[in-house]
C-alpha cells in the first residue's frame, strides 16, 4: 500500500524560491509547513500576501494533483467569498508546473 508509505520531496528552500520565482513571480520569505506527503511552503510578500506552494512527490498521481486544482478553482468561481485556498497561475498561465528534482 504505497499511499500510506510517505516519501515526501526535500528540496532545499533556495531551490523553492528559485523556482516560484522564475515560474509563479513570487518572491518573499519561506517557511517549511508540516505534510506527511508532499513538501509545503508558506510564502509571505513583502506585501502581506501569503501563499503556499506544494511540491509533491514524484510518486504521486498526477491526477489527485489536478483534481485538487480543479476543485479549488470551482470554488473560487462558484463562491467567491469562502475563506479557501485560491490557485495562482504560473506567469504563463498555468495552474500548476512540473519539475523533475536532480
Known sequence: MKFLRAN???LPLDQIAAFAA????????????????????????KNGSAWVLKTASAEEDP???ECQIL?????AQTDPGLPVPRVRLTVDGA???H???A
Not at 522564475?22 to 510578500?45: C, K
Not at 476543485?71 to 470554488?75: A, E
Open 71 to 75: 476543485t479549488m478553482q470551482h470554488i
Open 63 to 65: 491526477g489527485i494533483i
Open 22 to 45: 522564475e515560474h509563479f513571480g513570487l518572491t518573499g520569505e519561506l517557511t517549511p509547513l508540516y505534510s506527511e506527503r508532499d513538501q509545503n511552503v508558506r510564502l509571505r510578500e
Open 95 to 97: 495552474a500548476s508546473r
Open 8 to 10: 515526501a520531496p526535500r
Open 99 to 101: 519539475i523533475m528534482a
